[in-house]
Structure formats: C-alpha cells, structure tokens
C-alpha cells in the first residue's frame, strides 16, 4: 500500500495511474527533456515518455507497491530468484501472465524454468516494464523462448528479427547451427531458411570455423545436397567432409550418403588421383563411392556431346556448384559504382572436365549504374531537340556474354552468377545471389532495391561494390529425333 496524506491508496491504483500516463504520455516529470513536434495552429506535444519508463524501472527495481512475488525456481537445481513485481503490469504484457495470476491462491506466483532461461528472466521482466531489452548472442534463444511461452509476441518478433541480422557476427564457438537447430525445433521457417541461406551462401568461411564440427547430421545432408553453395572448390568440400566424419564418428549410413553426395566429376582427375592413395576416408569406403568415381574419370575423359549420348547429364554430379576459385570466374570491385559504366573481361574454363582443361572461354562483362529502359531514355522533339533524361531515376544493371562463339560450346550451355558482397558486423559475406542463364544476357532485378548513392549503403564496402562473377557450365542432353 502507498500512504498518500492520511489515506492508504491501494498500490494497483498507484501502478494503473502511472501506466495510464505512460500510455498517453500527459504527465509533466521535473527536470525530463522537453520534446516538441510542432503540430497545425501552434499546438506542441510535450513528450515525457522516457522519465516515465525510467519510473517504471525504478519500481520493479525497489519493488514498490508490489502485489505479486514471482518465484523462478531452476529445474533440477535448488536455486530460486525472487522478483517483486506488479500484477497489472504482467497481465497487461502477456495473457499467460493473467490467467497465472487469476489462479493463484496467495501473493506468490511459482516458475519454473530451464537455467538457461531463469538466467535471463529479470531482463525479461524489465522488458515488460520499460520496452527495452539488451541482447547479446548467447542470450537470444532463452529470451525468445521466455517471449514464446508467456506470449509476448512483440518481443519474440524482435528477436527473431535480431537472430536474422547478426548471423554473421563473430562468436567464440559460432551461434549460426543452434540458431537453426532452435529454428527447426519451434518450427519458425523464417529463422530457419535465413541460417540455412547463410550457411549456404558463406560456406568457405563455416567450413573453416569451428562451428562447422557442431553441424548435425542432417543438416550436413541438407547442405550436400544443394547447388548454391558458395565455396572455393568442390574438394574444399570433400576435405572439410573428411574432417568432421573423423571429429563426430557418425553410423556407417550417413557416412555412405555424405560421400555419394560429393560431385566427384568437379574435383580435377589429378586430385581424385591423390585422394584415392591419401584419403584414408576414401580408402576405407571406396566400395561405397567406386561407381561414382569411376564416373567421374569418365566425365574427364570425354566431351560433352560424347557423355550425353551415354549418361543423363542432367543429374546432380555433373552439376557444378558456385565455386570461387580462377577456374570458375573472377571478382570484380567496382569503385565509385555511381561514376559512370565500367567494363570488364575474364575467362573460364570451357567446362569442368578434364576433356576441356585447356579450352578458354573470354567473358565481358559491363556495368551501369543507371541503366533505362528504351521508353524513358531521351527522346527527340519535331524540332530535333533532345528531351533530357532523368538519370537518377534508372537502375543498377550488369551484363555479361562471351567475347566469341566457339564450335566447342556444343552441348554445353552456361549459367552465370553474380555474387553481391557486404560488410556486416565488420565481417565480408554474400549479401545477394542473382542468377541468370546463356539465353539471357543480364539479371533483370540485379540490385534493384539497392542505394548506391548513399555511402552508407549496406550493398557498399568503402564505397566499393563487391562482386564475383561465377560461370557455370552446364551440360545438355542429346535430343533424339523420332524415326
């Protein structure tokens, strides 16, 4: 109770009269800053909301008026965190809180929790107070599955949000796996899709990072199984495989499935060579992957036109993934991007086989910060003078095509993509992928929601675009003409 002049006020009406004043922000506080948001005829709003949620804080922290003690108590442990609160506050914030109110038979309301969640829970309790939470990369899931459980769903839309920004912040033993695991488990395929794309996207990295010793089982599967990964070379991967089988010692089963999911016809026969004498992995399972290799000294050995007429070469292993290394495509680091177009030329290798180690491919490649389309570019009055055009009001567009044709390109037809960089959290990652095929010579909504104007742009690394141009070859089947 709160004695004001000789009568007591119940401290429900004290806590509703101040969260009343929070909510319609008309209370004067001594000594706040004054914030003034001119409105027509001379009408001021005289904003006072953050001395209030400070005298929200200051009474969940002095307890007073309180009307309800929460007792946390650990699963499996003796501890127990008591925190004076105030009923209305709760019920206000999470239903869960009013109808655990609504049952209770004293002034105290048992919880109990996981120790990783009582660890955060006086900070989830501030947040229902003030509004406000601070949250570091260990912390998040407990406080997501707080805001799940008590249904505070502003905050646990807040921290999904956060979990997708900062998968590329830097952690001591990486955070990116359990933040999938958790997607998964709650079943939030938002959450899930996002550390499935980064890892995807940023592969190289994960492969060099102790996190990638913590994958499970199947989620390695999952990421064998995809052509958008992004790392240097497909035996990068092979090699990262046989490190994290000897680290976590699977079944005999998985082993088999993650081996035959490598695509050994993208591994340069001179390393295949080495790995079937070195690799003590593939030594000890060569039966399991014997066809598959076998196949792959054969891809190396013929043309394109030649595999097809014996092979579906439209299956995963002659499918490249998007490899960084020279072979592949080259990066590209356009300076100023806004300047003026620029242009540039590179080469691949003709395809992935051995058959064709030594046939070029030249590339060109333009860039231009604001294309238009025919419609809006300059036009001509009767008068024959030049309407001017707006320039600005164009957009980003890259164009890539092979500087010649060749007889050698026969059945074989190319995908190229463009891999947009960014810099979050200090750290370089993939910010964009954009795809687009022979047929097409550019990618129709390359960074169409990009500012490249503004110096701060998330798409800009000291003012530089980032970009790695990737050729994929990819090999046509043979059409039979029906007799």
């Not at 007073?64 to 108590?73: A, E, H, K, T």
């Not at 295949?272 to 030594?283: A, C, G």
């Not at 991007?337 to 180690?357: A, C, E, K, M, V």
């Not at 490649?365 to 025919?374: G, H, T």
Request: hydrophobic residues 40%; glycine residues 4%; charged residues 15%.
């Amino acid at each position: 109770m709160v004695r004001s002049c000789e009568q007591e006020i119940p401290g429900w009406v004290y806590v509703g009269t101040l969260l009343f004043f929070i909510y319609f922000h008309s209370v004067t506080v001594s000594g706040a800053p004054l914030k003034q948001e001119a409105l027509d005829s001379g009408v001021t709003t005289l904003n006072h909301s953050m001395s209030l949620v400070h005298r929200m804080e200051n009474l969940l922290v002095m307890g007073n008026s309180s009307d309800v003690s929460l007792r946390v108590q650990t699963i499996n442990t003796d501890e127990v965190k008591v925190i004076q609160a105030h009923s209305l506050v709760l019920s206000l914030q999470s239903d869960v809180f009013e109808e655990l109110l609504l049952g209770r038979n004293n002034s105290a309301l048992v919880l109990t929790e996981t120790p990783d969640c009582a660890a955060v829970f006086d900070k989830f309790i501030r947040y229902l107070y003030c509004g406000d939470i601070s949250v570091r990369l260990d912390q998040v899931i407990s406080l997501h599955k707080l805001a799940s459980k008590y249904h505070v769903w502003g905050l646990q839309q807040g921290l999904t949000q956060y979990m997708t920004q900062h998968l590329s912040s830097d952690s001591p033993t990486g955070h990116v796996v359990s933040w999938y695991n958790y997607a998964l488990l709650i079943g939030d395929a938002t959450l899930r899709d996002s550390c499935l794309q980064y890892l995807s996207w940023n592969l190289s990295s994960v492969l060099q990072s102790g996190e990638w010793g913590s994958i499970s089982e199947d989620l390695l599967l999952s990421l064998l199984q995809r052509s958008d990964l992004i790392l240097q070379s497909e035996l990068e991967l092979y090699e990262a495989l046989e490190g994290w089988i000897n680290q976590n010692q699977p079944v005999t089963t998985t082993v088999e499935s993650a081996l035959r999911a490598v695509r050994y016809c993208m591994i340069p026969p001179q390393h295949l060579f080495r790995l079937q004498k070195q690799s003590l992995l593939m030594v000890k399972y060569y039966e399991t992957i014997r066809d598959l290799l076998y196949l792959a000294f054969q891809f190396h050995s013929a043309s394109p036109i030649q595999l097809a007429k014996y092979f579906d070469v439209n299956c995963s292993i002659f499918t490249p993934r998007n490899y960084l290394s020279s072979s592949w495509g080259s990066p590209w680091i356009i300076n100023n991007p806004t300047r003026d177009d620029r242009s540039f030329s590179f080469q691949t290798q003709l395809g992935p086989s051995g058959h064709d180690f030594s046939k070029r491919v030249t590339w060109n490649a333009l860039f231009s910060p604001r294309w238009l389309p025919l419609s809006a570019r300059s036009t001509y009055t009767e008068l024959g003078a030049m309407q001017p055009t707006r320039t600005e009001s164009g957009r980003p567009r890259i164009i890539v095509t092979p500087a010649t044709s060749s007889p050698d390109f026969a059945g074989v037809s190319f995908q190229k993509t463009v891999i947009v960089m960014a810099k979050q959290q200090g750290k370089v990652v993939v910010r964009h992928v954009y795809n687009f095929h022979q047929s097409t010579e550019e990618a129709g909504d390359f960074l169409v929601d990009a500012d490249l104007q503004r110096r701060a742009s998330e798409y800009l690394i000291d003012s530089s675009l980032y970009l790695h141009i990737v050729i994929k070859p990819l090999y046509h089947s043979l059409l039979v003409a029906r007799k």
